[in-house]
């Protein structure tokens, strides 16, 4: 059974960094599509963003320019590094993996493997 555990995630104050850590076990076959999601309590969970197996990277508009997505497909991992960080980032950011291209799954309900989640919560 394929498992994804996220780490990294903290308290830190508005301005600072966090760097987030996914990583798969239980593989039979290669991780295409990976990805951070977000939920902040009474909110609707939130796209952050994605990397293909290509490399081909996409940003949903709130973090754009302040997130960096990397993955490490030798060790089947997935990176998060927050930047400038925001008491509106404050949520508990998932990682999400699927065995087909981004371009092929259909959505955030698409997404066939999930992790339990690391909390990051940002003071102002």
């Known amino acids: 059974q394929v498992q994804l555990v996220e780490s990294g995630g903290g308290s830190v104050q508005a301005g600072g960094s966090l760097k987030l850590s996914c990583a798969a076990f239980?593989?039979?076959?290669?991780?295409?599509?990976m990805g951070w999601f977000r939920q902040a309590p009474g909110k609707e969970r939130e796209r952050v963003a994605e990397?293909?197996?290509?490399?081909?990277?996409k940003y949903w508009e709130s973090v754009n320019g302040r997130f960096t997505i990397s993955r490490d497909n030798a060790n089947q991992k997935l990176f998060l590094e927050m930047n400038t960080l925001k008491p509106e980032d404050t949520a508990m950011y998932y990682c999400?993996?699927?065995?087909?291209?981004?371009?092929?799954?259909?959505?955030?309900?698409?997404?066939?493997?999930w992790g339990q989640g690391t909390q990051v919560t940002v003071s102002s």
């Open positions: 999400a993996a699927d065995f087909r291209a981004c371009t092929i799954v259909p959505g955030p309900d698409g997404f066939r493997v």
């Open positions: 239980g593989l039979t076959s290669s991780l295409y599509c």
């Open positions: 990397i293909d197996w290509d490399g081909s990277i």
